[in-house]
């Protein structure tokens, strides 16, 4: 054993580890700039909005248009309405990506946890022209574990997606299917689809269609992230198949309640 080879790889073997390091470093910094460059996009595009809106109140091109005033008005509060959201979004998803949650995990009846989830949002599905059908059996209760506000937040989610991304006269199917230790649960909808180059990134937080941004339909780019959060958080999975032009299907585990 050569003292002086052995010394001369002790040194390799350091500046390779301190080479890793940095380049681990150098992609967190990446990440960081682009988490920041994300956010201030989301923000900018409402924030100008309201300014337009407010200044042309402000310049008293309108003053005789009370109609039209109270459009601008209404559409600077749906921007608000927006900020809010997003901040929102950004709270949870720092707070899911930090650990610091801890899951309140109970035992419930998902079928009605779904049917509490549809009657939230049946004005929305209306408003879209959507029929929301849930395929369960009459008085069927189905006992899962988890965190039942969290997961209401993932159906939440999922559902508003299909309404916001499906055809208009369309439909959302939410469906439950038994498996060995766990259930699946599904949601369906017929709408334009998702690209299948798109499909991997989806869950990517502030990830959007260029279709979704060209159509202007609200959001994100954050939910989906929170969705995928929530259930890792659970040991559970979530995936996503789609044809463009038919429609998307979403679907994510649960465990089932053993001891009913
Ligand atoms: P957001 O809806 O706020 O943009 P999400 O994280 O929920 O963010 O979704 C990310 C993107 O995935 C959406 O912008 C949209 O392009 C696409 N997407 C999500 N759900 C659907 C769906 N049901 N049909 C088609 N595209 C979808």
Same mark, same amino acid.
């Given at each position: ?98 650990? &610091?949650?801890?899951?309140? $995990? *109970? ?6 946890? +779904? ?5 939230? @949002? %049946? #004005? ?12 369960? &059996?009459?008085?069927?209760? $189905? *006992? ?6 969290? +997961? ?5 989610? @999922? %559902? #508003? ?100």
């Amino acid at each position: 054993d050569d003292p002086i080879k052995g010394a001369e790889q002790e040194v390799r073997d350091w500046a390779k580890q301190k080479s890793t390091e940095i380049d681990q470093l150098k992609a967190q910094e990446k990440f960081r700039r682009e988490f920041l460059s994300n956010i201030s996009h989301e923000f900018k595009t409402p924030l100008f909005a309201i300014q337009g809106y407010i200044e042309t109140l402000q310049d008293g091109m309108i003053a005789d248009d009370p109609d039209m005033a109270l459009i601008f008005l209404d559409k600077a509060a749906k921007n608000i309405d927006r900020l809010t959201y997003l901040i929102n979004d950004l709270d949870e998803i720092s707070k899911l990506e930090s650990g &610091k949650i801890s899951l309140n $995990i *109970q035992k419930f009846d998902i079928v009605e946890l +779904i049917n509490e989830t549809i009657e939230h @949002l %049946i #004005d929305k599905a209306n408003r879209h022209n959507i029929k929301i059908v849930f395929n369960t &059996k009459p008085n069927q209760a $189905i *006992q899962v574990k988890g965190d039942r506000l969290k +997961i209401q937040q993932v159906l939440v989610n @999922l %559902i #508003d997606n299909s309404l916001k991304y499906g055809k208009h006269g369309g439909k959302t199917t939410v469906s439950i299917f038994p498996l060995l230790d766990q259930i699946l649960i599904e949601v369906t909808d017929n709408g334009y689809g998702i690209e299948e180059k798109n499909l991997p990134r989806v869950f990517e937080r502030f990830f959007r269609t260029d279709k979704s941004r060209s159509r202007d339909i609200g959001g994100s780019g954050l939910g989906l992230s929170i969705v995928k959060h929530i259930l890792e958080a659970h040991q559970q999975t979530v995936n996503v198949r789609s044809t463009e032009g038919i429609g998307t299907t979403f679907g994510f585990t649960l465990s089932k309640s053993k001891n009913i």
